[in-house]
């Protein structure tokens, strides 16, 4: 595929341009001690409910905030971490879980039983994973404050994998009342029990977000610190996200000591930030798969025919060099449903991802499959400069195809809740968007693989035999039997095309160099310190 003229992603040269950007820098204090973070997120915290929205700056904001019953280590191993511990029955289809003592809500209020239950509740009936719990419970309940059970039609082994899941929607444990919202409307009182406050009169929507150190948490006792689970020690006073979506602006704060860690840097930006000795620049250990995804409600894209057509014009290195640049150790291409990382990843059905363009092949299925010149609305965050190159190629893929795209720009937290409309474009629907995805390791959290129709994430694709491989994932034996049903499924995703895989990174983030025992993959802010 020939990429535009103008680069997709429009970097900013900054040879010799740091002084001058940093005229451009927020005014920012200099940190001092443990008691202040400064925090750069990859986009504005728009949405506050982790239930509610799926968006990975509302997932980092709910792990300060909230706590969960389980917690999940590097390779996503789950291990206690509300809870004390858990007993299994000998049929495999009882689990009784003990909370820990001394735990409280951040209004004070004891965390029981009950919260967790309702919290349990809501977070099923709209998580993927949440709604296999849901379906296979016969009963969860609060025993006493204490104690929960849960009955199970048949045995389900990953409970706990389930209830310390990572990525979207996570399941936080709220007080009941709260927990009581139907998980269709949004939760913004953030009263939870995690190590951070909320500071709810300190937050400027699209400038900052503040967060006070949770004075009642206890950490667990026990385990080693190792993602989400072990110990969750706060160290800092007082932690500010500050909104700086221009990267050459939040690089010369970072380099002039006004802020502390940028989530997500350009590789462009990089080299310049290595040469200052007060700054670290680090690729992340976990590699994030990004997609394109369909509305599958309205023309064209409702026509699994003209999705298929478009897989013959998506190169992949194509989208990632666009969005991530041309370091080798930032991306990976040639890439299905499953991360590279995961035992289920494979090659089934990609040979058309592999295999040379052939624009004009593309046009003639596209006109065989009965596109009639339809507009194609293209959601695009315009600051979220990674996702932004990702729409342009996709976008300008779909305009070489000779399809009619209409490219819609606004903010990641505008795109992030236009695209839950289910209306057609003339109504302010849309077409397609691209995103990244922090769960692909297997079908169980993977967001894009549920095809439930109504029940499924935003382009509500629906497709049963999709949905019957799912649960017969969760009915195999051992690994052998899993890998299996992933190739069967990869090879139905590639028929279908609920959405198209454009290939995985690496975060490359950016950190002041007297911070220790950073997290190289979620971004979380329990157990760093600063040195000196």
Same mark, same amino acid.
């Not at 400064?38 to 968006?55: C, E, G, H, Y």
């Given at each position: 595929m020939r990429l535009p003229t103008t680069p997709p992603i429009r970097r900013r040269t900054l040879l010799g341009a740091a002084a001058a950007a940093s005229f451009a820098t927020p005014r920012l204090a200099r940190a001092q001690g443990n008691k202040l973070l400064?925090?750069?997120?990859?986009?504005?915290?728009?949405?506050?409910?982790?239930?509610?929205?799926?968006?990975?700056?509302?997932?980092?904001?709910?792990?300060?905030?909230?706590?969960?019953?389980?917690?999940?280590?590097?390779?996503?191993?789950?291990?206690?971490?509300?809870?004390?511990?858990?007993?299994?029955s000998d049929d495999n289809k009882t689990w009784v879980l003990t909370l820990r003592e001394g735990l409280k809500f951040h209004d004070g209020e004891p965390v029981r039983a009950k919260d967790c239950v309702a919290s349990i509740r809501r977070w099923g009936s709209r998580d993927m994973y949440g709604q296999e719990v849901l379906s296979v419970a016969d009963e969860i309940v609060?025993?006493?404050?204490?104690?929960?059970?849960?009955?199970?039609?048949?045995?389900?082994?990953?409970?706990?994998?389930?209830?310390?899941?990572?990525?979207?929607?996570?399941? /936080? /444990?709220?007080?009941?009342?709260?927990?009581?919202?139907?998980?269709?409307?949004?939760?913004?009182?953030?009263?939870?029990?995690?190590?951070?406050?909320?500071?709810?009169?300190?937050?400027?929507?699209?400038?900052?977000?503040?967060?006070?150190?949770?004075?009642?948490?206890?950490?667990?006792?026990?385990?080693?610190?190792?993602?989400?689970?072990?110990?969750?020690?706060?160290?800092?006073?007082?932690?500010?996200?500050?909104?700086?979506?221009?990267?050459?602006?939040?690089?010369?704060?970072?380099?002039?000591?006004? /802020?502390?860690?940028?989530?997500?840097?350009?590789?462009?930006?990089?080299?310049?930030?290595?040469?200052?000795?007060?700054?670290?620049?680090?690729?992340?250990?976990?590699?994030?798969?990004? /997609?394109?995804?369909?509305?599958?409600?309205?023309?064209p894209f409702n026509n699994p025919a003209i999705r298929r057509a478009l897989l013959g014009g998506i190169n992949q290195e194509d989208m990632m060099q666009a969005a991530y640049g041309t370091d080798p150790q930032a991306w990976k291409a040639g890439v299905g449903c499953f991360s590279s990382d995961s035992p289920l990843a494979n090659d089934a059905g990609l040979e058309v991802l592999k295999g040379p363009r052939d624009m004009a092949k593309v046009k003639r299925d596209l006109a065989a499959a009965g596109y009639n010149g339809e507009r194609v609305v293209m959601l695009q965050a315009e600051d979220?400069?990674?996702?932004?190159?990702?729409?342009?190629?996709?976008?300008?893929?779909?305009?070489?195809?000779?399809?009619?795209?209409?490219?819609?720009?606004?903010?990641?937290?505008?795109?992030?809740?236009?695209?839950?409309?289910?209306?057609?474009?003339?109504?302010?629907?849309?077409?397609?968007?691209?995103?990244?995805?922090?769960?692909?390791i297997d079908p169980a959290g993977h967001l894009a693989l549920r095809t439930n129709g109504a029940r499924a994430w935003f382009g509500w694709p629906d497709n049963a035999k999709i949905e019957a491989l799912r649960q017969d994932w969760f009915a195999a034996p051992d690994l052998a039997a899993q890998k299996q049903i992933a190739r069967a499924l990869q090879t139905e995703v590639m028929q279908d095309v609920p959405y198209v895989p454009l290939g995985e990174y690496r975060r490359l983030q950016a950190y002041r160099s007297d911070l220790t025992d950073m997290a190289m993959g979620q971004a979380v802010f329990w157990n760093i310190k600063r040195t000196g």
């Open positions: 400064r925090f750069v997120p990859q986009a504005d915290l728009a949405v506050l409910d982790p239930i509610f929205s799926t968006a990975t700056v509302t997932t980092n904001h709910a792990f300060m905030v909230f706590d969960t019953l389980y917690g999940l280590d590097a390779q996503y191993q789950p291990h206690p971490q509300m809870v004390a511990g858990h007993e299994v609060a025993v006493d404050d204490r104690t929960i059970r849960f009955r199970f039609k048949r045995p389900f082994p990953t409970l706990p994998a389930a209830l310390g899941k990572v990525g979207a929607s996570l399941c /936080i /444990i709220m007080p009941e009342r709260l927990a009581a919202t139907p998980s269709s409307q949004q939760v913004t009182e953030m009263i939870g029990s995690g190590p951070y406050r909320f500071v709810t009169n300190e937050r400027l929507a699209g400038a900052r977000v503040v967060y006070a150190r949770n004075e009642q948490y206890v950490p667990r006792p026990d385990g080693t610190p190792d993602r989400t689970a072990g110990p969750k020690r706060a160290n800092f006073e007082r932690v500010e996200w500050h909104i700086i979506p221009d990267q050459s602006t939040a690089a010369a704060a970072l380099m002039n000591g006004e /802020i502390d860690w940028i989530e997500s840097t350009s590789s462009d930006i990089a080299p310049m930030l290595s040469r200052n000795r007060q700054v670290k620049v680090a690729y992340g250990d976990d590699f994030y798969s990004t /997609i394109l995804r369909f509305n599958h409600l309205q023309a979220y400069p990674t996702l932004r190159a990702l729409a342009e190629v996709s976008a300008h893929v779909m305009r070489e195809a000779g399809m009619n795209v209409d490219s819609q720009s606004g903010d990641w937290g505008t795109i992030s809740q236009r695209r839950s409309s289910r209306e057609p474009v003339e109504k302010g629907g849309w077409s397609a968007f691209c995103t990244g995805l922090s769960t692909t």
